[in-house]
């Protein structure tokens, strides 16, 4: 809930202060200037959309378009992310790209999240993850320099940071064995937790345990469960594993990233079962977004992608755990 009374004294002024605005605007142009060394277009995709996120996890901001003299309207959603919109531009010819936007995720709120954040997207056609985060390494050196003393990231998988911190292996772990050492290790345990589902028991250990015991300074996590590929390839051999990962730095989740899956069946069927799980789940089904079907099945060039929390960097390089304190108005002031 908002911290601030909208009717208090101070509700006017920004949470950031003059300095820290002129650090964003640093960064903002060193990403900027990145990125046009590299040859990577900036673009600028629409923040309304006929297509909402089916991922359970996430709710969208909806509105109605009226036209003149239309009574009825057109359902629209603010997007999560730019992805949908930027790979249309991917399967249009753009080549490598990047934006700087403002995407709004309903429900989210707290020390590092708003309703309303900005994530800084790109895509690299022809870029394998391992490629893709060796230039998140170099971004991060040169955008933070004299801010944080960035060093280039350590690498690991999903399944050795499993294996290693809880002794689970989270290819072959029942929801039984989690909901054991959760009881063991954990102050608590929600009390709807599945016990025919495992994915949402390994979210609860990677929050609740994982990350609270991360050491290294900046670390990479990639090859995912298949069942939680989202919108990334799975790699088929020795062992099924979707081509995504994860960048921890200090402790705080700044980036996830995708080799990107370009098969427009696949992705049918992928969003099709996350409105089945929301279903299930008590949640409204959302509008898939057939344009980016579309653009897919057009052909989307092999690339790799990857969104990284621009508000949660500017925390990081001013020293900062409030969101509240890196933007000019958070929800508390608006």
Same mark, same amino acid.
């Given at each position: 809930?908002?911290? =601030? ?9 920004? $949470? ?43 709710? %969208? ?16 959603? #603010? ?13 249009? $010819? ?5 934006? #700087? ?7 989210? %709120? ?95 250990? #990677? ?73 299930? %789940? ?5 509008? =898939? ?9 057009? $052909? #989307? ?34």
């Amino acid at each position: 809930m908002p911290r =601030i009374d909208p009717a208090g004294a101070s509700h006017w002024r920004p $949470g950031a202060d003059l300095d820290t605005l002129k650090l964003r605007a640093t960064l903002l142009a060193r990403v900027r200037a990145f990125f046009a060394d590299r040859g990577v277009l900036e673009v600028d995709t629409a923040a309304l959309a006929r297509g909402a996120t089916t991922d359970p996890a996430l709710a %969208s901001f909806a509105t109605v378009y009226q036209a003149p003299g239309d009574t009825r309207g057109v359902p629209l959603y #603010l997007h999560s992310s730019p992805e949908f919109g930027m790979k249309r531009l991917l399967a249009a $010819g753009s080549g490598p790209i990047y934006q #700087l936007s403002h995407v709004f995720r309903n429900g989210e %709120s707290g020390r590092r999240h708003n309703p309303e954040f900005m994530l800084l997207e790109w895509y690299r056609p022809g870029f394998t993850p391992a490629a893709l985060m060796d230039e998140i390494d170099a971004l991060l050196s040169q955008i933070l320099q004299a801010y944080v003393d960035y060093q280039k990231a350590e690498r690991t998988t999903y399944q050795h940071w499993f294996l290693t911190e809880t002794g689970l292996d989270p290819w072959t772990a029942t929801p039984a064995a989690c909901r054991a050492f959760a009881g063991e290790h954990l102050a608590s345990v929600p009390d709807n937790m599945p016990d025919d589902r495992l994915d949402p028991w390994l979210d609860l250990l #990677l929050t609740h345990w994982l990350e609270p015991r991360l050491k290294a300074p900046a670390l990479f996590v990639q090859d995912y469960p298949p069942s939680q590929a989202s919108l990334a390839r799975i790699r088929p051999q020795p062992l099924p594993v979707a081509e995504r990962f994860e960048l921890y730095l200090h402790g705080m989740e700044l980036a996830n990233g995708f080799h990107e899956l370009a098969d427009s069946n696949e992705q049918r069927r992928r969003f099709e079962q996350d409105n089945e799980t929301r279903q299930r %789940s008590g949640l409204a089904r959302m509008p =898939i977004d057939d344009a980016l079907l579309a653009a897919l099945k057009h $052909g #989307l060039p092999d690339c790799s992608g990857v969104a990284l929390g621009f508000d949660r960097l500017v925390m990081l390089a001013a020293g900062e755990s409030d969101f509240d304190k890196v933007v000019p108005f958070s929800l508390e002031r608006v």
